[in-house]
């Protein structure tokens, strides 16, 4: 992003030329038709794009206003949207010669897609994930190591996302020539934004087809969780032009709106330069990232793709917040009229859904990107709604020889 306000590449010296590598990769691959080629056929027959866009037809007659439209990442192989940035990465780092993928995770949702693609293009995979998130996120850990990854626990500091990517930087300054880091969102160093959302943006373009196929036209609003913006951007990359499509992103509300109790932008969000970039960031009053808090591990990180947060103070994309409490609410409520369980991430943005379309008309269209299925929250949502049922389940399976 040249002239951005925010953005940029504040890292060591030694990492600029891997960076500038990795920027004329980018450019070259995209007006290159064989890696255009490879890269749809993976989406396509690998991934399985196009994802559903689904009609939630009870959710709206019960809300009474808008009609409401799933567009279902969670049918990615892998379970989520994050498979796609990957798979571009992946790529990317066979064309520059690199043997090994290493990522950073939180939900676990990206460590996934990271270790599935290394999988599927014979590369080495290293994922380094918080011990906070490896508690949450224990299955998402398995699968990972299922799949061939060496899982690498980060013991410091909140031992969360934020962490684990100081971890992970560390060790790619460390094996430049080898590795490629495979960063989970549109955040980091320049191209790291640009290159994610230049992936995702088939989102918005299969939300804008499909509906004009449907519908005959262009969405009223366009919704979307924000963690660090993969999916938002992704949702709103090909209707920023569209000055009536409203382009809202829900980030975490968590449990309250003092500092360590969610991870909103919006509420205390100020400009920061943090892990290489700089863009909005929840800060201490000494300017240190702040803790933060929320239900879903993917959204419990301290800053906004630079993007984002330009587009957001432009007013071009509005933010908002749903609390912990909303998320498990809402999560509840498509599973129950629509037969679709979400990821807590994006059930933040099936929680505004509710909140706006009964006050809008009904000849308006809502769309929210579901950005992963909620297979990985099982036991996040059954201590949510103290299922003690399924705790017995776990005692006798851990009792169990
Ligand atoms: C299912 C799901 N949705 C959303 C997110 C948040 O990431 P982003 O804001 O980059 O889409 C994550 C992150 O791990 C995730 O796993």
Redo the contacts with the bound molecule.
């Keep these: 992003m040249k002239n951005s306000k925010y953005g940029g590449a504040y890292v060591p010296e030694m990492l600029w030329e891997t960076l500038k590598e990795l920027t004329a990769a980018f450019e070259s691959a995209k007006n290159d038709p064989a890696f255009q080629k490879e890269f749809q056929d993976l989406l396509k027959n690998y991934s399985g794009r196009p994802t559903t866009l689904i009609f939630a037809e009870r959710a709206t007659a019960d809300l009474g206003g808008a009609k409401i439209y799933l567009k279902n990442e969670?049918a990615n192989l892998s379970?989520?949207?994050?498979i796609t940035h990957c798979l571009g990465q992946g790529l990317l780092a066979k064309r520059l010669g690199k043997k090994m993928l290493i990522a950073e995770?939180?939900?676990?949702?990206?460590g996934v897609a990271t270790a599935t693609v290394a999988a599927r293009l014979g590369l080495e995979c290293i994922v380094f994930m918080g011990t906070e998130d490896i508690r949450r996120q224990r299955p998402n850990v398995f699968l990972m190591e299922r799949l061939g990854a060496k899982v690498v626990p980060v013991e410091y500091g909140s031992k969360t996302l934020k962490d684990a990517v100081n971890e992970a930087l560390k060790f790619w300054m460390e094996h430049l020539a080898e590795a490629h880091y495979c960063i989970?969102?549109?955040l980091g160093p320049s191209p790291y934004p640009e290159m994610n959302r230049y992936f995702q943006s088939v989102i918005g373009r299969e939300i804008r087809a499909q509906l004009q196929e449907r519908e005959g036209k262009l969405p009223s609003a366009v919704l979307?969780?924000?963690?660090?913006?993969?999916?938002?951007m992704g949702s709103f990359d090909d209707f920023i032009g569209e000055k009536s499509v409203r382009l809202i992103g829900v980030e975490a509300g968590g449990i309250g709106k003092n500092v360590g109790e969610h991870a909103s932008r919006k509420i205390a969000g100020v400009p920061g330069i943090f892990q290489g970039y700089k863009s909005l960031f929840l800060q201490t009053d000494e300017g240190q990232i702040a803790p933060t808090h929320s239900i879903?591990?993917?959204?419990d990180y301290p800053g906004i793709?630079p993007e984002l947060a330009e587009l957001y103070e432009s007013g071009r994309v509005e933010l908002t917040y749903a609390t912990d409490a909303e998320a498990v609410d809402a999560a509840d409520f498509f599973a129950k009229h629509e037969g679709v369980i979400s990821?807590l991430?994006?059930a933040h943005a099936l929680a505004e859904v509710r909140k706006m379309a009964p006050k809008m008309g009904r000849d308006e269209i809502i769309v929210a990107t579901l950005?992963?299925r909620g297979d990985k929250d099982l036991f996040n949502f059954a201590r949510a709604f103290k299922d003690e049922s399924f705790k017995q389940f776990l005692k006798d399976e851990y009792e169990r020889k």
């Design positions: 969670g379970g989520a949207h994050k995770t939180g939900a676990g949702q990206h989970g969102s549109v979307a969780c924000v963690g660090g913006g993969s999916n938002a879903s591990a993917g959204l793709g990821a991430e994006s950005s992963g």
